[in-house]
């Protein structure tokens, strides 16, 4: 249960950490501090809904929290600069959840030792615990959810769990069928990322009181921003430097992901090459850094992919037009104009 009247508890960098730009993330965010300061607090808070004895596996996973993107989200649709109540709290805690749910277990696939510079749940506990504590996170969620009043927070939260666990699945599927093209991985970036953006938005909406159009506008706009931020976050690993990304770069590529600057790439080499160069991708080591950029460069790889991105924070301002003529959205706009600031500054 979601206790109300909270103080915020939330560190500014619980708040505001960003991957990019830290100063201009933090101005956009402060209307919403106190909104994501009861939304840490009430993460904490679901420690105790667990068992003594795995309690602590619980707290080690639900205070590992980044930039709070999603619960940020939630916040600008439903307007919480203005003023929130419980329910939008909850709602963002639930998707929070199922996010740090995901990442559990995505450690655990990727064989990922640290996550936020500190030991993932794996590295920590184990996989066998950490798989179930994954599990536990994501009933927990669905538990939350099915105190709405209306069954239909239950079910969106239900279908978005599905959908990026299945995306998941499809990507794991492609990988081992060696399986790369672009097609693919926009649907799996949907599907995993953009999934749960868009309940963010719908969610924050439908408890802010928008009518059922503006809600699947909400939707339609965090489909986009998700996946133009996923491929911006893709291009960081290997675009990026490696205090600004927080990580080893070209980490996607040392767990057998291929993401959008690579297929892009490979789109313009002879299909008698490919399988080459697909091998040695995929047994990287940080000395094939420059190798890859220059192949990257001749295919004007990066170009391509802001192409990509810019097209997608296209369709995420359509879908904010009527809801700025109405007095909403505004928030969100400035969100994705951020993000679009952030893919002008990318270079080789």
Not at 192 to 210: P, R, V, Y
């Amino acid at each position: 249960m979601i206790v109300s009247g909270v103080n915020p508890v939330a560190t500014e960098k619980d708040v505001v950490e960003s991957r990019a730009s830290g100063v201009g993330w933090h101005s956009l965010l402060r209307p919403l501090e106190p909104f994501l300061s009861a939304v840490s607090h009430q993460l904490r808070l679901q420690v105790a809904a667990f068992e003594p004895e795995i309690a602590s596996f619980a707290e080690y996973a639900l205070t590992n929290q980044g930039k709070q993107l999603r619960p940020a989200l939630v916040g600008c649709a439903g307007d919480a600069g203005s003023g929130f109540s419980d329910d939008l709290v909850k709602a963002a805690v639930i998707i929070e959840m199922v996010h740090l749910a995901t990442l559990v277990h995505d450690d655990i696939m990727d064989g990922a030792d640290m996550r936020r510079n500190r030991p993932t749940l794996c590295a920590h506990s184990g996989n066998e615990i950490s798989v179930l504590l994954g599990d536990c996170l994501f009933a927990r969620a669905l538990e939350l959810a099915s105190e709405f009043p209306t069954t239909e927070v239950c079910a969106l939260v239900s279908r978005s769990t599905r959908n990026v666990c299945s995306g998941e699945i499809l990507q794991t599927l492609r990988y081992k069928k060696s399986l790369h093209n672009r097609e693919d991985y926009l649907k799996t970036l949907e599907l995993k990322t953009a999934e749960l953006f868009a309940l963010s938005c719908e969610l924050g909406g439908m408890i802010g009181g928008l009518n059922r159009r503006s809600q699947l506008q909400l939707k339609q706009f965090g489909v986009s921003m998700g996946i133009a931020y996923q491929i911006y976050d893709d291009c960081l690993d290997i675009f990026g430097d490696e205090a600004q990304v927080g990580k080893s770069l070209g980490t996607d590529l040392a767990t057998g992901k291929m993401t959008l600057p690579a297929l892009i790439m490979l789109e313009q080499i002879p299909e008698s090459e490919k399988n080459e160069i697909i091998s040695k991708l995929f047994q990287w080591n940080g000395g094939q850094m420059n190798w890859l950029k220059d192949l990257l460069k001749q295919a004007q790889s990066l170009e391509g992919c802001v192409d990509v991105m810019q097209g997608y924070v296209d369709k995420s301002n359509t879908a904010l037009i009527d809801l700025e003529q109405d007095g909403h959205g505004i928030a969100l706009k400035k969100v994705i104009s951020y993000l679009s600031q952030q893919i002008s500054l990318l270079t080789y």
